[in-house]
């Protein structure tokens, strides 16, 4: 299975240059999936979310996105409480946490973002507690044996290296992946830092006898966390434009960042390869 992973691609306020043929560099790797863990746009309006389906109609591969934080309307203030994800359902997906399973994996979408927050800036995520609750009866749709991905905009873990610009994880990350680990889920797919990092969460109880062993089980094997930078933002934070290659192996995730580096996309070689 080989997933395309991209993320925070801010159309109006996106490169021009780099859109054009991001497209076909995409289709290029012959992904079985496309996923899009948010930011489509810049301020959420009309005309931005038209240049993100005109950019998504070109893709070969099927689709799976989440909404980010500016997906939800920022100059509209009235469209932003009333209907925050009318112009996501119409343009990009009708569901805002979709579930997907194909290939031997199982997809499911945690919407962060919120159309208000008791603080300053809205633009920091959240999961909440009935989300939690909620994700071991999504998962029980799926073949017990799929290798199971959770996508989110905003990100459950800090990069190793300090960054540029400071800000929030997701409220309640550890309490998220606490429970990730109890379903079951193998690797989490976020962005929003504009930063390309991949880390890993143990889980803090070691696992048992008798417990089921494998890719897909958690028990055995830690979180992967893996961030993609911005696709084609000009809103670069001390990176270049980049996305991430997933190839789901019979015994190993490998996760390669291929990135905009003088004047074309290149596959940077650095690969993770859990044992």
Avoid: C
């Avoid at 109890?182 to 048992?208: I, N, P």
């Amino acid at each position: 299975m080989k997933i395309l992973h991209l993320s925070d691609l801010h159309f109006g306020h996106h490169d021009e240059a780099l859109a054009e043929g991001f497209a076909h560099d995409i289709n290029a790797q012959k992904p079985d999936l496309v996923v899009a863990s948010g930011d489509f746009t810049q301020v959420g309006t009309k005309r931005e979310f038209q240049q993100a389906r005109a950019f998504l109609d070109q893709l070969h591969a099927p689709i799976f996105a989440v909404p980010g934080n500016h997906d939800v309307p920022a100059i509209n203030i009235l469209r932003r409480f009333i209907d925050p994800y009318g112009l996501y359902r119409r343009y990009i997906s009708p569901d805002t946490e979709p579930f997907l399973e194909m290939g031997g994996v199982v997809l499911v979408g945690l919407r962060t973002s919120r159309r208000a927050r008791l603080e300053w800036n809205w633009g920091h995520g959240t999961i909440s507690p009935d989300q939690l609750e909620d994700l071991a009866t999504r998962f029980e749709a799926a073949s017990p044996d799929a290798l199971r991905i959770i996508v989110a905009h905003h990100p459950l873990l800090f990069p190793t290296e300090p960054m540029v610009q400071k800000t929030k994880r997701v409220k309640r990350a550890d309490e998220a992946l606490a429970t990730f680990a109890k379903v079951g889920v193998r690797l989490v797919l976020s962005g929003h830092f504009h930063l390309s990092y991949v880390r890993k969460h143990e889980a803090l109880s070691a696992a048992r006898e008798g417990e089921p062993v494998g890719l897909s089980h958690s028990s055995v094997a830690p979180i992967l966390v893996a961030q993609a930078s911005s696709a084609i933002s000009t809103r670069l934070r001390g990176e270049p434009n980049a996305y991430n290659i997933i190839n789901i192996l019979e015994n190993r995730i490998v996760i390669t960042v291929r990135e905009w580096n003088d004047g074309a996309w290149r596959t940077r070689d650095k690969a993770v390869e859990p044992a």
